[in-house]
């Protein structure tokens, strides 16, 4: 089963910019892995922000944008808030299976 | 309003079985893949099983971990998904989330321990 990989932790300053990778242990991730990004806060059930690589659900603010890049899924948050310190996770499609990375703790400080 | 509502979680030994329900409203249930996932105390999530809708054959895949082990199932009559859990080992103790498409349930907490 693949494994997928991301930052364990970034910090950001409030207004600040920061980019969240996924990196899948097959290969370049591509759109045909139908890339998925969750947002979970403590004590909460994830919420998913963005799919198919860089469509916001209606809820999504527009800070936060998918895409990839040089291979990788890529989560960008622009101009940070603090309600955005949360654990994020990106979810990727194979064959026979969906496996999520193991999470980036961000921190807005 | 959408609902999804996960029970049939406690505590069992190890080697023992549960079957966890997740009974959904406020949206086509028959429409909508479902899946399990899972996040182990101070953990991250680990995708369990899903299942396709019944139109494109109720298809299913597993996760590497329960394959063998856990079943995914579905009654859309009922607008339930299943997930029967045999040969329980510590490992899978978790936090089982049911989720459809963009909806989550709270998930439900199983303890695996003797």
């Known amino acids: 089963q693949a494994v997928v990989t991301q930052e364990p932790s970034l910090t950001v300053s409030p207004g600040g910019t920061v980019t969240l990778t996924c990196v899948s242990s097959t290969g370049a991730v591509t759109g045909g892995h139908y890339p998925y990004w969750f947002q979970q806060k403590p004590g909460q059930a994830p919420r998913p922000l963005i799919y198919?690589?860089?469509k916001r659900y209606s809820w999504t603010p527009a800070r936060f944008s998918g895409s990839l890049l040089g291979g990788k899924a890529a989560l960008t948050l622009s101009g940070a808030q603090p309600e955005d310190e949360a654990d994020y996770y990106c979810f990727l499609s194979y064959t026979d299976a969906r496996v999520f990375g193991g999470g980036t703790k961000l921190t807005v400080l | 309003e959408v609902q999804l509502v996960e029970s049939g979680g406690g505590l069992v030994e190890p080697g023992g079985s549960l079957r966890l329900s997740c009974a959904a409203s406020g949206f086509t249930f028959s429409n909508a893949y479902m899946s399990w996932v899972r996040q182990a105390p101070g953990k991250g999530l680990e995708w369990v099983a899903r299942?396709?809708?019944?139109?494109?054959?109720?298809?299913?895949h597993y996760a590497a971990p329960v394959k063998g082990r856990f079943t995914i199932s579905r009654d859309d009559s009922k607008s339930t998904v299943y997930l029967q859990m045999n040969s329980l080992q510590t490992d899978d103790t978790a936090v089982y989330y049911c989720t459809g498409g963009t909806y989550w349930g709270q998930g439900i907490l199983v303890t695996v321990s003797s």
């Open positions: 198919d690589t860089n």
């Open positions: 299942i396709k809708k019944l139109t494109e054959g109720g298809t299913i």
